[in-house]
């Protein structure tokens, strides 16, 4: 398949911000496997955006080449299976950079399940609630570890800079998660809401 060619009167493509992450993966440069695309994913943007599945990434990467901001070729240097290898196109390069300049970010929506279990813990089981907080904060604070991992391994690459800066927000956000838990714990404690929660 051939590149296509943006033009500047072109209009930016609309699609959701899945499509855009995906096609930002795209945009570091090489050729991508959908495979490759989610260890990327599971490497930088799960800590912070997205942690699709295999058949999220590949619905997005066929949404990218049937709009030509991606095209795929055939790979079968491996005898035992045929890869299908995505690049980013010219037109996909021209529409990430102006999504990147000219849209503005889509506003945060919290939805955070374990604050919807605090909201209704009058239902629960008493030292449930403590329990899940408990564990929360221990994923909190291994999400964090790893992104650090992730954020060492990405700054010694120079042209990841951005992405390096990303991963050491998401340490910083896991670990400020992890403390907001510790508050929690301390308010639910002194308010002693524990003993109102329903008997075991």
């Not at 993966?25 to 496997?33: A, I, K, N, T, Y």
């Not at 035992?80 to 037109?91: E, G, H, N, Q, S």
Request: net charge negative.
């Amino acid at each position: 398949m051939g590149t296509v060619t943006a033009t500047d009167d072109a209009p930016l493509v609309e699609i959701p911000p899945t499509a855009w992450a995906a096609l930002g993966v795209l945009s570091f440069g090489g050729e991508f496997s959908g495979y490759d695309v989610k260890r990327w994913a599971e490497q930088s943007l799960a800590f912070f955006y997205w942690a699709p599945s295999h058949s999220q990434i590949y619905a997005e990467l066929r949404r990218l080449e049937a709009l030509g901001l991606a095209e795929s070729r055939i790979d079968t240097t491996y005898e035992a299976r045929a890869r299908r290898l995505y690049t980013i196109t010219d037109l996909g390069r021209e529409n990430i950079t102006r999504w990147a300049d000219e849209l503005p970010p889509e506003p945060v929506v919290l939805k955070h399940p374990l604050m919807l279990r605090v909201w209704a813990a009058h239902n629960g089981k008493k030292g449930r609630l403590r329990e899940l907080l408990l564990e929360h904060k221990h994923d909190a604070l291994d999400r964090a570890a790893r992104a650090q991992e992730h954020a060492a391994n990405s700054a010694k690459v120079s042209e990841w800079a951005y992405a390096t800066v990303a991963l050491e927000w998401s340490v910083r956000y896991h670990r400020d998660e992890a403390a907001r838990i510790d508050w929690l714990l301390e308010r639910l404690d002194a308010a002693g809401v524990a003993s109102r929660s329903r008997d075991a």
